[in-house]
């Protein structure tokens, strides 16, 4: 066995920082834990003279991060760079291509050209670890790819995205509006440099395509994965929704029915009781369900230097012990294309909405609810607001096509005030 273990480490940005700082703090716990000294020879990032209040004095530089994956004196390419193309993609590709391991937390390169990687790192015999991709600190891939290898998985759910849970939690705990809780987010510097990738789901969405094809065996899919961010999500309806015993999720479901494979990443009302309701602030949870395990529920930090750079660390760890594996799970010859399943799921939906104070109005919306087969479960009618009348109904378990017709019906009558609002209701 060789002594040590050679890195080369691409961004230096919040992640990169941590992981240096990790592998320096930790370095004699590491040795013991892995048999050998773990080294970074050298780094490369866009400004080598930023200060990053950590020592690079005994690191070597390079401008170019393809050169810095192409060295000779490197066994481990970290790439903490980001993107889904651009220099990130082609120094993974450099360093697969020269027989180096590769070691990513880029959860959009993945979803977009995961499993083009995996076949490289397949051909040339190294490995592609990815576990601070998904869900920070949470380790989830070696979870699916290794302790549960022994089941047949029927269902991925969970809140993937931090800023997102930040948002909302947020919103009902101080009785604030989305846009407002929106920019202090915003100031905490909690945002992508795009906000859209968090708020719209985007972000989350990268991440469940990933689990989704570890866990049904299937090509990386991001394009089928249904998106719909938490903007239009109103401090009425997670008052309303507390007021039912629900709480508001950006919620991430991946499951294989007969058809294919259903995709989604949308805000969804759970149990306030259930795991997934008492999820708090920026953490991440993801609910796993097989056969013959059962259901596991893995909670934690889903972002930031610590959780990331840990999750980074630990894939240097299990190379560093021998550890190969395939990244996907299986080998890629074998991972097929899903068809692409409808959303026939049956689910209790919330409904929330807007009608005009006049009589006979109720008639109407109950005449539109049964003509599309939806029974109502319970109904509360609000305090009158603008000359309009807030009804909330929560269903009973129905098909998402029932509420669109529903909810198309409804608003022909023109009883509504303002478009109604549809949220499934998910069991947590």
């Known amino acids: 066995m060789e002594d040590s273990l050679r890195i080369g480490l691409a961004g230096l940005g919040t992640v990169g920082t941590g992981v240096l700082r990790n592998l320096s703090e930790h370095r004699s716990l590491l040795k013991e834990r892995c048999g050998k000294e773990i080294r970074v020879v050298a780094v490369s990032a866009r400004s080598r003279h930023k200060d990053r209040g950590i020592d690079l004095g005994s690191i070597e530089w390079e401008d170019d991060p393809v050169s810095l994956a192409s060295r000779d004196d490197i066994d481990i390419f970290v790439e903490l760079i980001g993107g889904e193309n651009g220099p990130a993609k082609t120094s993974i590709q450099a360093a697969l291509g020269a027989g180096r391991h590769v070691v990513t937390a880029n959860k959009a390169l993945?979803?977009?050209?995961?499993?083009?990687?995996?076949?490289?790192?397949?051909?040339?015999?190294?490995?592609?670890?990815?576990?601070?991709?998904?869900?920070?600190?949470?380790?989830?891939?070696?979870?699916?790819?290794?302790?549960?290898?022994?089941?047949?998985?029927?269902?991925i759910a969970g809140v993937m995205n931090g800023t997102c849970n930040y948002i909302l939690t947020r919103m009902e705990a101080a009785g604030l509006a989305y846009d407002e809780v929106f920019a202090e987010a915003e100031s905490l510097g909690y945002l992508e440099a795009d906000p859209n990738l968090d708020v719209?789901?985007?972000?989350?969405?990268?991440?469940?395509?990933?689990?989704?094809?570890?866990?049904?065996?299937?090509?990386?899919?991001?394009?089928?994965?249904?998106?719909?961010?938490?903007?239009?999500?109103?401090?009425?309806?997670?008052?309303?929704?507390?007021?039912?015993?629900?709480?508001v999720k950006l919620l991430g479901l991946a499951q294989m029915n007969d058809e294919?494979?259903?995709?989604?990443?949308?805000?969804?009302?759970?149990?306030?009781?259930?795991?997934?309701?008492?999820?708090?602030?920026?953490?991440?949870?993801?609910?796993?369900?097989?056969?013959p395990v059962g259901q596991i529920v893995l909670r934690g930090a889903g972002a930031g230097e610590g959780?990331?750079?840990?999750?980074?660390?630990?894939?240097?760890?299990?190379?560093?012990?021998?550890?190969?594996?395939?990244?996907?799970?299986?080998?890629?010859?074998?991972?097929?294309?899903?068809?692409?399943?409808?959303?026939t799921g049956i689910s209790a939906f919330y409904l929330r909405l807007d009608l005009v104070d006049q009589p006979g109005v109720m008639a109407k919306v109950a005449s539109a609810l049964a003509g599309a087969g939806v029974s109502i479960d319970r109904m509360r009618q609000k305090s009158h607001r603008n000359l309009s009348a807030?009804?909330?109904?929560?269903?009973?378990?129905?098909?998402?096509?029932?509420?669109?017709?529903?909810?198309?019906?409804?608003?022909?009558?023109?009883?509504?005030?303002?478009?109604?609002v549809a949220l499934r209701i998910e069991s947590g």
């Open 110 to 155: 993945l979803a977009h050209h995961g499993h083009l990687l995996a076949e490289l790192a397949e051909s040339h015999g190294v490995c592609l670890r990815f576990e601070a991709a998904v869900a920070g600190g949470i380790p989830i891939i070696k979870v699916l790819t290794e302790a549960l290898a022994g089941n047949r998985f029927t269902r």
């Open 307 to 343: 959780p990331t750079a840990s999750a980074v660390v630990g894939d240097i760890i299990d190379i560093a012990r021998g550890g190969s594996g395939l990244a996907l799970g299986r080998p890629c010859a074998t991972l097929s294309t899903p068809a692409i399943s409808a959303d």
């Open 200 to 247: 719209g789901g985007i972000d989350a969405g990268h991440k469940l395509s990933i689990l989704s094809a570890i866990a049904f065996g299937t090509r990386i899919d991001f394009d089928s994965v249904t998106l719909e961010g938490i903007q239009r999500v109103s401090i009425a309806d997670i008052e309303y929704a507390a007021e039912l015993g629900y709480r």
């Open 390 to 420: 807030p009804v909330l109904i929560v269903s009973h378990p129905v098909a998402s096509s029932a509420i669109d017709q529903a909810l198309i019906a409804i608003s022909d009558t023109g009883v509504c005030t303002d478009p109604p």
């Open 260 to 291: 294919g494979l259903q995709q989604s990443m949308q805000p969804c009302l759970v149990p306030a009781s259930s795991p997934l309701g008492q999820l708090e602030g920026a953490d991440n949870m993801v609910v796993v369900t097989g056969e």
